[in-house]
């Protein structure tokens, strides 16, 4: 699997936005779904990454 650097700003932006969400009074409970996607998604990136130089 191979990530762009632009995939992965995008991914980084998307969780910026809800972490704001949750500091504006957004319920976590409504939440809790995006971020567990989003750490699975982290988890098996980093899993998968090579550095090719």
């Known amino acids: 699997m191979?990530?762009?650097i632009g995939e992965v700003l995008d991914k980084v932006d998307r969780i910026?936005?809800?972490v704001r969400?949750?500091?504006g009074g957004c319920s976590?409970?409504?939440r809790v779904d995006d971020i567990a996607?989003?750490?699975d998604e982290y988890?098996?990136?980093l899993l998968?990454?090579?550095v090719h130089i």
Do not use: F
């Open 2 to 4: 191979q990530t762009t």
């Open 16 to 18: 910026r936005l809800i």
């Open 21 to 23: 969400e949750i500091e």
């Open 28 to 30: 976590i409970e409504d």
């Open 37 to 39: 996607d989003y750490l």
């Open 43 to 45: 988890i098996n990136v």
């Open 48 to 50: 998968d990454t090579k």
